[in-house]
Antibody, heavy 120, light 113 residues
Framework: EVQLVESGGGLVKPGGSLRLSCAAS????????MSWVRQVPGKGLEWVGR??????????DYAAPVKGRFTISRDDSKSTLDLQMNSLKTEDTAVYYC???????????WGQGTMVTVSS | DVVMTQSPLSLPVTLGQPASISCRSS???????????LSWFQQRPGQSPRRLIY???NRDSGVPDRFSGTGSGTDFTLKISRVEAEDVGVYYC??????????FGQGTKLEIK
């Protein structure tokens, strides 16, 4: 069974940092492109960023609102995906979902999400 | 960036009746390989999103056949042939054609009348 389990969410002050993790199981993680998608409570879905597989050079891309502040990385030996978030803003408050990007450029797999609250 | 526009944003439906959600993109979603990477997601209250449809019209495993997707180019539709109580939630379209900038529609909230 495919599972994506996020962790690391919490309360952080504006300007602070937080690192989210996603533990993957039930599929060949090393072959998968992975993404983070976020959702402000009560609002819509917003793509945050994506990392390709090692075969794809582990290339990363980010949405404009987070570029330069957020960094996605992966550890294929542990089947984990990380999201390092720096210089956090109140508008980064959201539930962050770990997702798998399939060959149809879509998000087939989703985690349960982890809540990040940026507030003073 | 590609903008995805859904309508309606709120959809009250009587149980057993059909429902239809429109999704329009600001640019063609036909990729260089000839495929169209348009997906539909369902998010039930309190749950993570779940994909229903990929590549315009392909249902994911376990998705009831009352859900269907159609469309081409810039205009797409998700149809539910007979709405059931478990269909309550928010539905999103998403384009993957213009990756790596994946974009979602605003969401359509389906509720039972």
């Amino acid at each position: 069974e495919v599972q994506l389990v996020e962790s690391g969410g919490g309360l952080v002050k504006p300007g602070g940092s937080l690192r989210l993790s996603c533990a993957a199981s039930g599929f060949t993680f090393s072959n998968a492109w992975m993404s983070w998608v976020r959702q402000v409570p009560g609002k819509g879905l917003e793509w945050v960023g994506r990392i390709k597989s090692k075969f794809g050079g582990e290339t990363t891309d980010y949405a404009a609102p987070v570029k330069g502040r957020f960094t996605i990385s992966r550890d294929d030996s542990k089947s984990t995906l990380d999201l390092q978030m720096n210089s956090l803003k109140t508008e980064d408050t959201a539930v962050y979902y770990c997702t798998g990007v399939d060959t149809f450029y879509s998000f087939e797999m989703w985690g349960q999400g982890t809540m990040v609250t940026v507030s003073s | 960036d590609v903008v995805m526009t859904q309508s309606p944003l709120s959809l009250p439906v009587t149980l057993g009746q059909p429902a239809s959600i429109s999704c329009r993109s600001s640019q063609s979603l036909v990729y260089s390989d000839g495929n169209t990477y348009l997906s539909w997601f369902q998010q039930r209250p309190g749950q993570s999103p779940r994909r229903l449809i990929y590549k315009v019209s392909n249902r994911d495993s376990g998705v009831p056949d009352r859900f269907s997707g159609t469309g081409s180019g810039t205009d797409f539709t998700l149809k539910i042939s007979r709405v059931e109580a478990e269909d309550v939630g928010v539905y999103y379209c998403m384009q993957g054609t213009h990756w790596p900038l994946y974009t979602f529609g605003q969401g359509t909230k389906l509720e039972i009348k």
